[in-house]
């Protein structure tokens, strides 16, 4: 198991270093509409709705689905709760066993839930999975090719992720979460490594790594069809120093940073609207914040303000659009986590630390 070589917000470094005291009581999330399927037509730019709002050390939400919320506490593994939204009954508490810490994201559907905890310091790193029966809360390790890095990427109940197979590759692996039925995209081999998958309704999309840790490492985009069949490189604009991207009806959306350059929090982005086509400059990005949620590919900017504080936005962009929109402008000191997508809609936290108290405030929209 290989540590990530970009941090990915500034929020997440905060969020470490807060109280490790857990809350008294489990919150009770905003309800919001069931959102309608994506569609292609309309860019009218969606409304946010207010889900969670707590203090910076209370629970934090990972992800709300049709029938379930999920949310993290600040306790030093972090407790992940999945509780039921009719009922608001608590129907898997899951403790991360000792020396191991939650890893995001939590895969859910109507019945099933995938939580990932690793262990990454020490002789011993290690990656575990589980899988909870949501109609029971029993939890049981699923069987599925291990888990060798430490990303999933996930979209509604399909995920992908690495693994390492009998021949000491690095596998991408595609699996579906109620059926656990799996497919294995490509491999490569030792040293060389497959990570930063991004699923999408119709693709996957993720990062081969060649000779890492040697000055010949390179790092390209490849994405392939949930259908089946072989992955394909995406050109880059600057060879070898991709990061992540995500496609959509065959456009693809990256970024690109260099393992050397001194910011590697943000990175130049890109796309191609299909494999043969020219690049276009989308401008800069927060890194690794790219994902895809309905018929949209969507991102994090950051730029400086006037005042010297960190300015956020939200852009969004699909194919047929000249230019991306923004769907989110923060105000001055306002810190976003990356953002996840569920049933078609986006979901990012947003903290306060320039108020008092601090607190952090789960903002969605329907895409």
Known sequence: MRRRTVAVGTL?????????????????????????????????????????????????????????????GSDEAGTTTITDRTTKKVVVRHVPAAGFVAQSPVVIDDRWALVEDIRSDGPDPQI???????????????????????????YDGTFAYSSTDAKNRSCLIVADLATLKSRTVTC????????????????????????????????????????????????????????????????????????????????????????DSPARRLGTVVTDTILACGNWILWETRTVGSTGEDLYTIDRWRPGLTEPQTMYAGTPGVALTPMTCQDNTIYVEAAYLATTPTYTETISAAV
Do not use: M
């Open 188 to 275: 490569v081999p030792a040293p060389g490594y497959l990570a930063d998958p991004v699923v999408s309704a119709d693709a996957v999309t993720f990062s081969e790594i060649i000779a890492p840790e040697t000055a010949r490492r390179c790092k390209r985009i490849r994405t392939a069809p949930l259908t089946g069949g072989t992955s394909k490189p995406v050109p880059a604009a600057t060879n070898c120093i991709q990061w992540s991207g995500a496609t959509v009806q065959g456009a693809t959306v990256w970024s690109e940073v260099g393992a050397n350059d001194p910011d590697q929090y943000q990175s130049k982005a890109y796309v191609r609207e299909s494999g």
């Open 12 to 72: 997440v470094l905060l969020l470490a270093g807060c109280s490790t005291s857990k809350p008294e009581t489990t919150p009770t999330p905003t309800p919001t509409p069931t959102p309608s399927k994506p569609t292609d037509v309309g860019t009218a730019i969606p409304t946010w709705t207010n889900v969670l709002r707590q203090p910076v050390d209370g629970q934090h939400l990972v992800t709300q689905q049709r029938r379930y919320v999920v949310t993290r």
């Open 128 to 154: 575990k999975v589980l899988r909870y029966d949501l109609t029971t809360g029993k939890a049981t390790a699923p069987a599925i090719p291990p888990v060798s890095e430490p990303e999933i990427g996930a």
